[in-house]
């Protein structure tokens, strides 16, 4: 079973347990937190999450309010890029030419049914390497 690192704050905690709930399944899932939807600081979330992809080399997703703070506390991280998906699309994307590791959803933005075909997409989609191998080799600081 592979693993699937996830974590949220508050605002998208309610959205976690849903993907949990949908995912368990298929993943071994580290849920990083929280567990509850007390108000909490994102970055408490998401750095641990980005270390743990960092390490384990396996994807991860957070989801909080607008996606922002998750996303820009990720990034922070060598061999992060995280990415802000409201849509299938743009997921897909993020994985064929970004070769995104970390998915960021704005649970104040996309539905419950939203956010399953988001994740679903950004799971299965491959990167696509070619071209784009060579911009994503740019994305590090030196």
């Not at 995912?23 to 899932?29: C, R, S």
């Not at 108000?39 to 408490?44: F, G, K, Q, R």
């Not at 990720?74 to 699309?89: H, Q, T, V």
Request: glycine share 8%.
């Amino acid at each position: 079973m592979n693993k699937l690192h996830i974590g949220s704050d508050h605002a998208g905690f309610a959205l976690k347990q849903e993907l949990i709930e949908q995912l368990k399944a298929t993943y071994e899932i580290v849920d990083h937190g929280p567990v509850s939807a007390d108000s909490v600081d994102y970055p408490d979330y998401a750095h641990p999450l980005a270390k743990a992809v960092q390490e384990d080399g396996v994807p991860g997703i957070l989801i909080c309010g607008s996606a922002n703070g998750v996303a820009m506390t990720a990034n922070k991280y060598a061999g992060i890029r995280a990415a802000i998906c409201w849509k299938s699309e743009i997921a897909a994307l993020a994985r064929q030419h970004n070769d995104a590791n970390v998915l960021c959803i704005p649970a104040r933005f996309v539905s419950e049914e939203e956010a399953k075909s988001i994740t679903h997409t950004f799971l299965t989609t491959s990167f696509e390497g070619g071209r784009h191998a060579h911009r994503v080799n740019k994305i590090a600081c030196l």
